[in-house]
């Protein structure tokens, strides 16, 4: 793991973040990704700047997206500066998920 990608898994594991059971370096289909929660089917990547416009990213997020995972990316500078406001937005995209299923649920 990167630097930074050992810095959001320090905030990752062990549930710390609404519950929700992360994995690092996990094969989805013929990638492998950053981090996921498989419960919640979400999908962290984080990337230096060689990703920037990558092509090879953008067919690897919509095989992700196909298969019904969320995707947030955010830039190694942001983690290693903003760990606050990373977790912030992985807490955010779990709590929306959430809320999602509970008005599925509570609309049938």
Known sequence: ?????????????MR???GARFRRQHPVGPYVVDFVCLARRLVIEVDG???????SDAMR????RMRGYRLLRFWNHDVLGNPEGVCLR???ALCADALAGQSRTDHR
Do not use: C, I
Request: aromatic content about 6%.
């Open 1 to 13: 793991m990167t630097r930074a990608e050992r810095a959001l898994w320090r905030h990752l594991r």
């Open 16 to 18: 710390q973040v609404e």
């Open 49 to 55: 700047g060689q990703h920037a416009g990558s092509a």
């Open 61 to 64: 997020d919509a095989f992700l």
């Open 90 to 92: 992985v807490r955010q």
